[in-house]
């Protein structure tokens, strides 16, 4: 039996950001003002000692003199803090009004020796990436940057250690220095890649290969499926790609991405900066992505999150959640003097990306404190329940605003 292995991190490492001067910041939000009851959950490791191919995912390479000062401008992250190499980060694209147009990871190739020259790799679900690509074209003007697609020249790999092939005296910091993951990624046999921080690392490593070339990893490992690497993000809470991002409607604090270390509150002016700042200093967040699970009206509420691979729960992304009437809710309702009189039921949130029985939602906080089960109606047009969790990677104590976000 392989047992993943669990790399010492300080749980609130990454719910920080690391400004120009190296300082670690707090990240604020209201979710340490809700209770931790039942609907927190117990995340089991997913099988450790795997690799899996991610063919879903495209990539556009920016390359010439002023790529990292072009990106700095256009991303939630620091391009400072990769712009003379080594592992990448994840990253948000903005629009003017602060909503997340493309969740990204920006890589450093590693490659060009000329220092004139750098060049990075922007990963992003392949079927964002021509839109992304004519974002970031508006922007270019006079910048001395090139962009093509390179999609079909490289492989993304996500990679999960296992004992054997983990030092743990290098990991054993609140966060691994960019030389230590930089050697791991070198013994995977690659140039590109980094340590994925969403979810406190759970999402092991991100690689990046040219296409058909083989990782080199220690005896053991296996080869994981694609629904494998969904089923481990949903569970861990983690949005990606078009499914979970509706371009121009997702703000970042609210898809956690200041959780996942993709936003720097410490850096200068970026498209989107303003609201995102505000938000940050000033409000309270009072919805996030979290996972939720899906059952029967006849099945029995679940006390924790549990992935059925037999389960065939068919939600459309961006459907309404709605609070859940039980019966004798039902009865004790009064009937309504009129139908025109009766207030419609406001939805609780919406859906995102699922498999199987489970998927993400955006919801509100409180509800998911409080315990509240919410209905869905699946493609067939059939009501089902659903319930949400508190991820446990999140904060348990972070500072909080009295003031409210106006975008909450």
Known sequence: ?????????????????????????????CYDSLPLNRTRFISTAPAAGSYIHLPTRGLLEIRGKDASKFLQGLITNHMPRIENGGSGFLAAFLNPKGRVMYDTFIHPMNTSKDESDPAFLIECDARALPELHKHIARFVLRSKVKMVGVTESFDVYSVLDHPQGLDYKKYDKIMPDNASVMDRIHRMNATIGMLDTRADSR?????????????????????????????????????????????????????????????????????????????????IIRKRVLPIQYFGPNEPEPASIQFDKNA?????????????????????????ASSSSARPVRASGKTGSNVGNIGLALVKLDDIANGIIFDVMDREGATIHAKGFFPTWWPQQITSEENTSPNA
């Open 312 to 336: 065939s729960r068919v939600i459309p992304p961006q459907s309404e959640l709605f609070p859940s009437k039980k019966k004798e809710d039902i009865k004790q309702q009064q009937p309504a």
């Open 203 to 283: 999402m092991g490593f991100r690689v990046v290969v040219p296409k058909g070339q083989s990782l080199s990893l220690p005896e053991g490992y296996n080869q994981g499926t694609l629904e494998e690497y969904h089923v481990r993000r949903i569970i861990n809470g983690v949005p990606e790609g078009i499914d979970d991002f509706i371009a121009g409607t997702s703000l970042p604090l609210e898809y956690n991405i200041d959780f996942m270390n993709g936003v720097d509150f410490r850096k200068g002016c970026y498209v989107g900066q303003e609201l995102t700042i505000r938000t940050h200093h000033k409000g």
């Open 1 to 29: 039996m392989i047992i993943a292995p669990r790399i010492k991190l300080n749980p609130f490492s990454f719910l920080s950001c690391i400004g120009s001067a190296g300082q670690r910041l707090p990240v604020r939000s």
